[in-house]
């Protein structure tokens, strides 16, 4: 009966665990994500060029 409320437990904790990385993963791929091209073309309307704001090409 123990080994089966262990076993219970360790697939919760997986289960949190795998919830918890995805949440990380997805944030960091949004806050990693250049934002430079959306915020020239919507915000400043392409007035400065990329090496004016100090920004390098890929």
Do not use: P
């Amino acid at each position: 009966m123990a080994s089966g409320l262990w076993a219970e437990l360790f697939l919760w904790t997986v289960l949190f665990a795998g919830i918890v990385g995805s949440f990380c993963a997805c944030l960091y791929k949004l806050v990693t994500n250049d934002s430079a091209e959306y915020d020239l073309e919507f915000v400043w309307d392409s007035k400065y060029t990329m090496e004016e704001l100090g920004f390098k090409h890929k």
